[in-house]
């Protein structure tokens, strides 16, 4: 007997048909997908009031736990950068760590840490503090600005690339 598609997707996402890993995986998937949703709502309301609350606070460090707490400090400490290529205009955004600096992609939602890395090989949805640090920093207007020149950017970008491979 031959199943259709939909048949075969029904039976594939009825539960009774996922084993355990993956009903883990796509809870933790559906968790981390909400936490994330979360955090762009609270960054609308950080960019529309201004500021960030003690409610933002809170909500954020439960939430995020230490990885609000670091992305907080990395924003308080003014590890944010954006770097402004002229005269294209591109922009990249640079989180300054302990050990190096990680280039980070706010729209693809992506980090060259090693802990962004290590969950997105394990096929996870993940935010890292840097990423967080990034969203709550552009919201807050709280960043440094850098100008460079469009020449420099190719050899900018290697040098931040160069990751765990
Ligand atoms: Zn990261």
Redesign the pocket.
Known sequence: MVLSYPTLARLYYSTKYIYPEEMIFLKDMKEETSKIDALKKICEEIKALGKITDEHLAALTALFGSRFLRAWKAVKDGMVKKYVFRPSGRVVWI?VGRERD?L?MPEAMF???D??YYHVMGRKAYI????IGQKIAEALGQYDEIEETDDIYDFLINEWKEITA
């Open positions: 989180v990680y980070v980090c060259t840490c802990d962004f890292c503090y840097h990423l």
